[in-house]
């Protein structure tokens, strides 16, 4: 088992930034990747960003490319999602996730799942 807890949601101005952090406990040593969704007010939860434990290996939504910026600490086990020049569309509850392998933008393929941390944008 593995547990995540998302942090650093709050409200914010348009243009601004946040910094969401996800930290992991539990069975860590079988961490391969972990991803950021969001799920917007009425709509589907969808990809984020994903990164590899190991390596800098990371992916993108076109949607937020150039703007987010996921990283990862691994002494912390935490993996932390930038957020810069923020739109009120990226306003959503964002969660966290853990994924066996590869850089998977489909919520099936990951595991584990955070209880999400609401991020509005205000315009």
């Known amino acids: 088992q593995v547990q995540l807890v998302e942090s650093g949601g709050g409200l914010v101005q348009a243009g601004g930034s946040l910094r969401l952090s996800c930290a992991a406990s539990?069975?860590?040593?079988?961490?391969?990747?972990m991803g950021w969704f969001r799920q917007p007010p009425g709509k589907e939860r969808e990809f984020v960003a994903a990164i590899r434990w190991r390596g800098s290996t990371t992916s993108y939504a076109d949607s937020v490319k150039g703007r987010f910026t996921i990283s990862r600490d691994n002494a912390k086990n935490t993996v932390y999602l930038q957020m810069n020049s923020l739109k009120p569309e990226d306003t959503a509850v964002y969660y966290c996730?853990?994924?066996?392998?590869?850089?998977?933008?489909?919520?099936?393929?990951?595991?584990?799942w955070g209880q999400g941390t609401q991020v509005t944008v205000s315009s």
């Open positions: 539990g069975r860590t040593f079988s961490l391969s990747t």
């Open positions: 996730a853990t994924s066996p392998g590869g850089l998977p933008r489909r919520s099936y393929e990951y595991d584990y």
